[in-house]
């Protein structure tokens, strides 16, 4: 059984970081991801695309390109967002997603991040 299992929310004030992880199990993402991405979705807005990485092809969406950092450790079968600069407008729930080469498609239970002074 496949598990994306992020962590690493909270509550910052503006202009701080965090990194979030989204630890795998059940899949190996060095040999069956095919795209490894993290979304957003804040209060009465749809979710969104922050960072995705196809194939070792990485792009951002514009809001946070400069900003956040999208990477993996297959090592330890985890992905990351690092997150600088954060703003009001970043708190939202945030989710990790993969699909596989095979055609599955697995998103994380998200977590929530709050920027506020």
């Known amino acids: 059984q496949v598990q994306l299992v992020e962590s690493g929310g909270g509550l910052v004030r503006p202009g701080g970081s965090l990194t979030l992880s989204c630890e795998a199990s059940?899949?190996?993402?060095?040999?069956?991801?095919?795209?490894m991405g993290w979304y957003r979705q804040a209060p009465g807005k749809e979710r969104e695309l922050v960072a995705a990485n196809v194939g070792g092809i990485i792009t951002y969406g514009e809001s946070v390109q400069g900003r956040f950092t999208i990477s993996t450790d297959n090592g330890a079968n985890t992905m990351y967002l690092q997150m600088n600069g954060l703003k009001l407008e970043d708190t939202a729930v945030y989710y990790c997603?993969?699909?596989?080469?095979?055609?599955?498609?697995?998103w994380g239970q998200g977590t929530q991040v709050t920027v506020s002074s």
């Open positions: 997603r993969v699909q596989t080469f095979r055609g599955s498609d697995y």
């Open positions: 059940g899949i190996t993402l060095s040999m069956a991801a095919m795209v």
